[in-house]
């Protein structure tokens, strides 16, 4: 007779959450602690709807994708920040302390609004192909040509989700608001390299040719080591500091 | 479109990472040369006279030294209001980016933090053995230099700037490295993975190298303690006056 699998008995979690909503004046921002039995490859995403479910119905968090695509869920794990769908409860001890990411404004416990950090620091750098006789171009007519490495460079760059995880790991973003961190530097990479875009260096170094953009960078290297999507953000700078002093 | 263009943020990067880089290149020059003295008395004051032009010129010129410690000092004061404009400038700032390398425990963050520390500290570590090698650029020596390790207590500087400049340069090379090299993105992990192991490895082999230097520089101004201030003259130039 084979032995009947037992389910093992999970750990028990707790989960320690920053609590705060900044539209009640009442409110003051404390640690509030649930009690929480881990489940078999249990994500953060899993575990905090469980918690709004069965303890706290007011708990606010932001999710969407749960698949590491939409870039809502980012937040600060144990420290670090990251993304709650992409981490796993096992990876992690029995304490787990959940905060907000810092840097963006709070819309309440979990919940920031990284689409307007996102959209201020996308009108300010410009973060869209910019092109001369757009409006006369055939849009009938094959688009030009690429060699398939560069689209695949750019594609590369493009794999950003804008969940803000590297301006939460950012030392720099941190003490100076202005800082435009590894998001915005890569998106101007992104379009230095995309040959439908005709800015030339010059009018990029316009744009991040300063303290707030790629020479304010101090090189910690938290983006590079804190993106959920790992991108290449270390040496994306690099080349950007090096086109910039150039020109 | 260039005329309206300010390149100072450019120049003032570039600057600061070249500052950098030569004086890193220099403190390593440095700790072989005033290390000859773990070859020897003899070593030491052959290489003291070289830097003196007297290999050349055949008679000493420490005002060569002088000049020398002048150009360093311009480096490092370029350097230092370069490096300056990072620094944390309030107690905000400190306080945000001592809560977030805290949380963080990142290596590189924490990394960059020393830097401060230790930039702060050659501030006055740095300044102190300058302006002593400045205007006494003629007290260098086998028995000139361990008097003033010893007798003029200058170790305890010493066992702090060792410390300080090669934590700073160490680390300072791998973070240049860093931000400008043109890795690739496919072996950037791995080259920063080596690139780490080697800052580790050469700031303890430059401290181990320092700390036999200074070990000997205090052994022997110890034991020339009672004649402190006396110089060195060399078995085969007994009869020559130049000494140091």
Redesign the interface.
């Known amino acids: 007779m084979s032995a009947i699998p037992v389910q093992q008995v999970g750990r028990t979690l707790y989960i320690h959450i920053l609590r705060h909503n900044p539209c009640d004046p009442l409110s003051e921002a404390h640690l509030q602690t649930f009690e929480l039995e881990e489940a078999d490859a249990m994500t953060l995403f899993i575990a905090l709807n469980e918690i709004r479910e069965n303890h706290d119905p007011s708990l606010q968090f932001d999710f969407v994708c749960r698949a590491g695509i939409c870039g809502s869920c980012g937040m600060i794990i144990n420290g670090r920040p990251g993304l709650a769908c992409r981490t796993l409860t096992k990876d992690l001890p029995d304490n787990i302390t959940l905060a907000p990411l810092p840097a963006f404004e709070l819309i309440g416990d979990l919940s920031v609004n990284t689409g307007k950090w996102m959209r201020g620091m996308s009108e300010q750098l410009e973060t869209w192909v910019h092109s001369q006789g757009l409006e006369n171009a055939d849009i009938d007519s094959l688009e030009q040509t690429m060699e398939p490495e560069l689209a695949e460079q750019l594609y590369e760059l493009e794999r950003c989700i804008e969940c803000g995880c590297c301006i939460a790991a950012c030392g720099t973003a941190l003490m100076r608001e202005d800082f435009i961190g590894a998001v915005g530097l890569n998106q101007i990479t992104r379009f230095q390299l995309d040959p439908r875009d005709q800015r030339s260096d010059a009018q990029f170094y316009q744009l991040v040719g300063d303290d707030s953009g790629v020479f304010g960078c101090m090189t910690l290297l938290g983006c590079e080591d804190m993106c959920p999507k790992q991108l290449p953000l270390a040496t994306q700078i690099a080349f950007l500091r090096r086109r910039m002093a150039m020109v | 479109?260039?005329k309206?263009?300010?390149?100072w943020?450019?120049r003032?990067?570039?600057l600061e990472s070249l500052t950098g880089l030569l004086l890193v290149l220099f403190i390593w020059g440095h700790m072989f040369f005033e290390s000859s003295i773990l070859l020897g008395k003899d070593a030491m004051l052959w290489v003291t006279r070289m830097f003196e032009g007297a290999h050349i010129f055949d008679k000493p010129y420490p005002l060569l030294v002088s000049g020398a410690v002048a150009a360093i000092f311009v480096l490092i004061a370029v350097h230092a209001i370069l490096a300056l404009?990072?620094f944390?400038g309030s107690y905000r700032?400190y306080h945000?980016?001592h809560r977030?390398?805290?949380?963080?425990?990142?290596a590189?963050?924490t990394l960059?933090y020393v830097q401060v520390i230790t930039g702060f500290a050659m501030f006055f570590l740095a300044s102190s053995h300058l302006y002593v090698v400045f205007v006494q650029p003629d007290n260098i020596g086998p028995y000139a230099s361990s008097d003033r390790v010893w007798t003029g207590r200058f170790w305890i500087l010493y066992v702090l700037l060792l410390i300080s400049v090669h934590l700073h340069a160490g680390i300072g090379m791998y973070?240049l490295a860093?931000?400008?090299?043109?890795?690739?993105?496919a072996s950037?992990a791995l080259a920063?993975k080596r690139l780490k192991l080697a800052m580790w490895c050469v700031i303890a082999f430059f401290l181990c190298l320092g700390s036999a230097s200074l070990v000997t520089y205090m052994k022997i101004g110890y034991e020339h303690a009672d004649r402190a201030g006396e110089r060195y003259v060399p078995a085969t130039e007994s009869n020559h006056p130049v000494s140091n």
């Open positions: 479109m260039s309206q263009l300010n390149l943020p450019a003032m990067d570039l404009r990072k944390p700032q945000s980016f977030h390398m805290g949380a963080m425990r990142h590189d963050t960059w973070r860093m931000k400008w090299w043109p890795f690739k993105a950037a920063r």
